[in-house]
């Protein structure tokens, strides 16, 4: 971190970039308002927009991604009818698979602000909702409870705010230095 290079904007002029994740030292992600899913073959210098999931309503708020194929991304629709989005992807953001029904399915409501999550690897993931923790361990297709806090207060946010959450990326880096068993 002591010597950075500017390279080109992910999102262009097409709104804001909300996270960026790169599985690979040239191939890298973002996302952000405006439905916009960008991808970089080049370590940064040129981005492209990828096949977005979705129309320009959605604001992607996360992006994580396996290797240069297989990834996650969550966010929500902002329409009037607002709704949390959480897709993947096996083919490097050409397609992407509609994985919210999962989380229905475990109780989370529609319309929930997926703001962060982070996987341990293509199957076993985690997202904070308000004072709850859910976990997956078949890549999205189901979800569980797996912890609530009894805070009062009641959520992992800071401030009380229920958009704003201060420790989603600690518990991402926290995540991801995790040594597996065994």
Not at 78 to 86: A, I, L, P, R, Y
Not at 89 to 100: Q, R, S
Not at 143 to 157: A, C, E, I, K
Request: proline share 4%; charged share 10%.
């Amino acid at each position: 971190g002591q010597n950075w290079t500017i390279t080109g904007h992910a999102c262009q002029s097409n709104g804001a970039m909300h996270d960026l994740d790169f599985p690979t030292a040239s191939v890298g992600y973002a996302c952000g308002q405006n439905g916009n899913i960008n991808k970089t073959t080049d370590g940064g210098t040129t981005w492209a927009a990828t096949t977005a999931p979705g129309v320009s309503t959605v604001a992607y708020q996360a992006i994580q991604f396996f290797g240069t194929d297989t990834g996650y991304i969550g966010g929500r629709t902002n329409t009037g009818q607002d709704t949390f989005v959480f897709k993947k992807t096996v083919d490097g953001g050409a397609t992407w698979i509609d994985m919210k029904y999962g989380m229905l399915s475990s109780g989370i409501a529609l319309g929930s602000n997926i703001l962060s999550f982070s996987f341990l690897d293509q199957n076993t993931g985690y997202f904070i909702l308000t004072n709850k923790i859910y976990k997956t361990v078949n890549g999205g297709a189901s979800w569980t409870l797996d912890y609530t806090s009894t805070v009062p207060s009641g959520n992992f946010t800071s401030g009380g705010s229920t958009t704003t959450p201060f420790w989603i990326f600690p518990l991402k880096l926290m995540l991801e230095n995790i040594a597996p068993p065994g």
